[in-house]
């Protein structure tokens, strides 16, 4: 109830946005434990500097709090201005991870161990000179398909002594779209209708079922079992072996034959989209009521990756 609460306040008080620039209203400051400990410590000093009537004492004392209170305003000063910007990030493969990109730009002056990240995982350290900007990139771990929103992104600042740390919670409403993780396997490969040789039904799709035509470039979601290891023993790269794709027809890849749960249905489905699109093979897509054509390129392979990462309402 509390962490609702608090969302919600968040979302007043710093919406969501593609680009957020940070200020008093963005940005909260603490002692942290080694800043707490420091403030402790004057305590004990006062009062052996009142118990004693001791000018040293009193100047040490006073000191120590002046060094404080100025590192409160350092502190704050390193995160204030700061500019945020989120700037995309490429779709991947379930098990992989998602690299969502961001861009600090300064505020005028320069900002020293920039922290940012979401917790629990660790937070990347950036340096960003006065007037200009870097790009920060920061990966997540994939649970599920569909789309992964990453949600609020800490960044926060220690600089100059570590005594507070200056913090804000910036939600860039970033998203990027997880696919199926590819599976191997063999599928009922369904023809297109009015073919030459007349051949109705199904055919199932293996492993062996094409003919060699030779090596090409490594993918992702290639077959392992394809990889040419002798190449890549001489140093020549990653390639696999490469097999024609049957020819003279319209193929389909349909989920409702395949058996197994939908995540391995899926998977399965996802693996032969891109070994057909590797091959410049037509093919089309039947995702239950939802149906792609057969077509080739690259915009038809991410149209069938994203209806795969898209179905059952991944949204």
Same mark, same amino acid.
């Given at each position: 109830?509390?962490?609702?609460?608090?969302?919600?306040?968040?979302?007043?008080?710093?919406?969501?946005?593609?680009?957020?620039?940070?200020?008093?209203?963005?940005?909260?400051?603490?002692?942290?434990?080694?800043?707490?400990?420091?403030?402790?410590?004057?305590?004990?000093?006062?009062?052996?500097?009142?118990?004693?009537?001791?000018?040293?004492?009193?100047?040490?004392?006073?000191?120590?709090?002046?060094?404080?209170?100025?590192?409160?305003?350092?502190?704050?000063?390193?995160?204030?201005?700061?500019?945020?910007?989120?700037?995309?990030?490429?779709?991947?493969?379930?098990?992989?991870?998602?690299?969502?990109?961001?861009?600090?730009?300064?505020?005028?002056?320069?900002?020293?161990?920039?922290?940012?990240?979401?917790?629990?995982?660790?937070?990347?350290?950036?340096?960003?000179?006065?007037?200009?900007?870097?790009?920060?990139?920061?990966?997540?771990?994939?649970? =599920?398909?569909? !789309? $992964?929103?990453?949600?609020? *992104?800490?960044?926060?600042?220690?600089?100059? &002594? +570590? @005594? %507070?740390?200056? /913090?804000?919670?910036?939600?860039?409403?970033?998203?990027?779209?997880?696919?199926?993780?590819?599976?191997?396997?063999?599928?009922?490969?369904?023809?297109?209708?009015?073919?030459?040789?007349?051949?109705?039904?199904?055919?199932?799709?293996?492993?062996?079922?094409?003919?060699?035509?030779?090596?090409?470039?490594?993918?992702?979601?290639?077959?392992?079992?394809?990889?040419?290891?002798?190449?890549?023993?001489?140093?020549?790269?990653?390639?696999?072996?490469?097999?024609?794709?049957?020819?003279? =027809?319209?193929? !389909? $890849?349909?989920?409702?034959? *395949?058996?197994?749960?939908?995540?391995?249905? &899926? +998977? @399965? %489905?996802?693996? /032969?989209?891109?070994?057909?699109?590797?091959?410049?093979?037509?093919?089309?897509?039947?995702?239950?009521?939802?149906?792609?054509?057969?077509?080739?390129?690259?915009?038809?392979?991410?149209?069938?990756?994203?209806?795969?990462?898209?179905?059952?309402?991944?949204?």
């Amino acid at each position: 109830m509390l962490e609702f609460q608090v969302a919600r306040w968040l979302a007043r008080r710093i919406p969501p946005a593609s680009q957020v620039r940070l200020d008093q209203r963005r940005i909260f400051i603490l002692p942290t434990r080694a800043g707490a400990a420091f403030g402790l410590a004057l305590v004990p000093m006062l009062l052996v500097a009142i118990n004693y009537q001791n000018s040293l004492a009193y100047a040490l004392t006073f000191l120590l709090l002046s060094v404080f209170l100025v590192a409160i305003l350092h502190t704050f000063r390193n995160l204030s201005g700061l500019n945020l910007k989120a700037a995309g990030g490429a779709p991947v493969f379930l098990g992989e991870q998602a690299h969502f990109h961001v861009t600090l730009e300064s505020g005028g002056r320069e900002h020293q161990a920039i922290a940012l990240g979401w917790l629990p995982l660790p937070l990347q350290v950036q340096d960003v000179v006065a007037d200009g900007a870097c790009g920060v990139e920061l990966h997540l771990p994939t649970e =599920r398909r569909g !789309w $992964l929103r990453p949600g609020r *992104l800490r960044v926060e600042s220690r600089y100059p &002594l +570590g @005594l %507070l740390v200056a /913090w804000s919670w910036v939600d860039l409403d970033q998203a990027l779209l997880v696919y199926p993780r590819p599976l191997e396997g063999d599928l009922p490969l369904i023809p297109g209708h009015g073919d030459e040789d007349g051949d109705d039904g199904q055919h199932v799709l293996g492993a062996g079922a094409d003919d060699y035509q030779g090596l090409r470039a490594y993918q992702p979601g290639d077959s392992r079992r394809r990889l040419h290891w002798k190449a890549y023993s001489r140093g020549q790269g990653l390639f696999v072996k490469d097999f024609a794709a049957l020819a003279g =027809r319209d193929l !389909w $890849l349909d989920l409702e034959p *395949l058996d197994g749960d939908l995540e391995k249905r &899926l +998977g @399965l %489905l996802c693996h /032969w989209v891109l070994q057909f699109s590797a091959r410049g093979q037509p093919f089309g897509l039947r995702l239950g009521r939802q149906e792609l054509a057969p077509d080739t390129g690259e915009a038809h392979r991410e149209a069938c990756l994203r209806a795969l990462a898209l179905f059952g309402g991944q949204q």
